[in-house]
């Protein structure tokens, strides 16, 4: 096993750190020391990706066996990046790999900066981002003094409760137009025949008019209803992770209550 790198500046020696998918590098970009970061997803620099600066001058490695060995890590961080077998493999060689978890409140998002700065020897670092994201939060609250919005991707999705999405509207003062729990696709017809609530774009800043990828974005009722009804829109490198970019999404929605 390789020998930790310590960082300049600091008392810590971090390990070796891959990651092996987007998310991941959002996590491994924020809490590593630059020196200590041996590979990061090819998606790293990626237009989506909210540290992209910071993943300038970084290897970018595909996420295979070959490829994670020659690294040489100590740690991986996945979130959904790399299958069964690979995460095995790499146990078995004694590497340490952390998986971060679905979010469905800013508890969790707490959990998983945690988990991974613990692992990469930086928990000062991560109680630094909770911080950070906490008084993100207390200066947002209420913003939207409980006005009645739909989150809606280009796809025709939604979130309703048990989402971060959900916890995202309701950190800025928002009510969850959506009272099924989970994700759920909005209907048309309804949409339709019944004046929409405001809407909460995400990943529109990703849509292509006429692409394949997201479904209904260029229908016309759903184009009516962006057109008419939406009062933010939030970047889909805000919205792909559960880390600390939720605040910041908080933040930029609240923000556009100013004023209105």
Excluded at 19 to 41: K, N, T
Excluded at 43 to 71: F, M, N, Y
Excluded at 77 to 87: M, Q, T
Excluded at 105 to 111: E, P, Q
Aim: net charge positive; aromatic share 4%; proline share 5%.
């Amino acid at each position: 096993m390789a020998v930790a790198l310590c960082a300049p500046l600091s008392a810590q020696c971090a390990p070796r750190v891959l990651s092996l998918d987007q998310c991941a590098d959002q996590f491994v970009l924020a809490l590593s020391p630059r020196e200590a970061i041996v590979g990061l997803s090819t998606r790293a620099d990626d237009a989506d990706s909210r540290l992209r600066g910071l993943a300038v001058g970084l290897p970018k490695r595909r996420v295979d066996l070959e490829s994670a060995l020659a690294a040489r890590p100590q740690v991986v961080v996945r979130y959904w990046g790399g299958d069964p077998r690979l995460v095995s493999a790499l146990e078995a060689r004694g590497v340490r790999v952390v998986t971060v978890a679905d979010a469905r409140d800013f508890s969790d998002v707490h959990a998983n900066i945690r988990r991974v700065s613990a692992a990469l020897d930086r928990r000062a670092t991560g109680e630094a981002q909770i911080a950070r994201m906490d008084q993100r939060l207390s200066h947002a609250a209420g913003a939207w003094g409980g006005m009645r919005a739909l989150y809606l991707t280009p796809g025709g999705a939604t979130s309703g409760p048990g989402t971060l999405i959900d916890a995202i509207l309701r950190a800025a003062g928002m009510t969850n137009a959506e009272t099924r729990s989970g994700f759920q696709t909005v209907s048309l017809e309804q949409m339709a025949l019944t004046r929409p609530p405001a809407l909460v774009l995400g990943f529109f800043d990703t849509f292509q008019s006429g692409g394949d990828n997201w479904g209904v974005g260029g229908h016309r009722i759903l184009r009516t209803a962006v057109r008419d009804r939406a009062v933010a829109s939030l970047p889909g490198s805000m919205l792909g992770c559960p880390d600390a970019s939720s605040a910041a999404a908080v933040e930029l929605l609240a923000a556009k209550a100013v004023g209105r």
